[in-house]
């Protein structure tokens, strides 16, 4: 399990910008790929631990799914996959292992406590 | 009342400081000459035995080099130097995965130059290592035919990042009846075109296709970085 030392990645650079900044964290917002290799929920508990004793104690990570878009050579789109075990075009079929979009692992923004 | 709440935008790739030094690595390996071929797979699919095997078959016709990533023993390594080859390990303690820092820290005193091919044996895990660039230029996921034929569709995140697969102990095939077809379509399935050899570490069966493989890989990344 690796979630937790990228938990602890997270909380680091959340804090660093939040010093650098002067401001106080209510919440952590990621883009959390399907094919980032991370399981969510495993990085969600280990988020709570990570934050434990640092200026992020209590905040939460707020994650938004990036499903896996690939591009279709057939239909030359980009298409969202029905599902990661079948890289094919949901629309026409065509099989395609062009991924544009779903390995991101990107915190977008941090929330402010009031 | 409601607030808003007010969002601070950032966008930071949390992987970064790896993507960083694997870029860093990969420059350094293709200015060196060096081909590096990385390799996952669950415990137990025979990737130490496969790789011994490679790196004596290798070892008459060119330089080559392996890195072994190991939670705590040295067996692996040991197992690897029978081969000949300059073997070195990286303990990685209670990480389930490598980093590119470590396989950095690792070659820090190694002279790439004299290598033409460097292997790189990941943890036994088929889901951390999915996440780390480790500044390679080929991945080979590894399955055995004791696995069965549905590991691709449980681990698909693996598979899609690797660049080939190869199934281990097909001596064993028929032993456990393993569906030959049914495993090739579960791989395409979750990386349509990628190529898929079989191989007999053991009996040596296979092994040529996927040397061939190899050195055709090698050959036109060199041809990459003279042009
Ligand atoms: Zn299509």
Not at chain 1, 67 to 92: G, H, R, T
Not at chain 2, 37 to 63: D, M, N, Q, Y
């Amino acid at each position: 399990m690796h979630e937790l030392s990228i938990a602890m990645s997270i909380v680091d650079m959340a804090q660093e910008e939040a010093e650098r900044r002067n401001v106080r964290v209510e919440a952590v917002h990621l883009e959390l790929g399907a094919l980032s290799g991370v399981v969510k929920e495993a990085l969600l508990f280990s988020f709570e631990i990570a934050c434990d004793g640092t200026p992020l104690e209590g905040s939460r990570l707020v994650v938004k799914d990036v499903p896996i878009e690939v591009y279709c050579p057939a239909c030359n789109l980009p298409k969202i996959l029905a599902s990661m075990q079948w890289f094919c075009c949901p629309d026409c079929g065509a099989q395609t292992a062009e991924v544009i979009h779903g390995k991101e692992l990107v915190i977008t923004a941090l929330e402010l406590k009031q | 009342m409601s607030h808003e709440p007010r969002l601070l935008e950032v966008r930071k790739n949390v992987l970064k400081q790896n993507d960083v030094i694997a870029r860093a690595l990969r420059d350094r390996f293709r200015s060196q000459g060096t081909y590096v071929i990385s390799l996952v797979s669950s415990p137990g699919a025979g990737k130490t035995t496969f790789l011994e095997k490679t790196l004596t078959l290798l070892r008459p016709h060119c330089r080559v080099a392996a890195l072994v990533g190991d939670l705590a023993t040295e067996n692996d390594a040991i197992r690897l130097a029978r081969s000949g080859a300059p073997v070195r390990q990286i303990t990685t303690g209670t990480l389930c995965h490598l980093e590119a820092a470590m396989v950095e820290h690792s070659l820090n005193d190694w002279n790439l130059g004299q290598l033409d091919l460097l292997f790189i044996e990941n943890v036994g895990n088929l889901v951390c290592p999915a996440s780390y660039d480790l500044g390679e230029d080929l991945r080979l996921v590894l399955l055995s035919v004791t696995e069965g034929e549905d590991k691709p569709l449980k681990y698909p995140t693996i598979f899609n990042s690797a660049d080939a697969a190869v199934i281990t102990k097909i001596d064993l095939a028929a032993a456990v009846e393993f569906d030959d077809l049914t495993a090739n379509a579960n791989i395409q399935a979750v990386r349509p075109g990628m190529s898929v050899f079989k191989v007999s570490a053991k009996t040596g069966e296979g092994m040529d296709a996927f040397l061939q493989f190899l050195a055709q890989k090698h050959a036109r990344s060199s041809q990459k970085t003279t042009v």
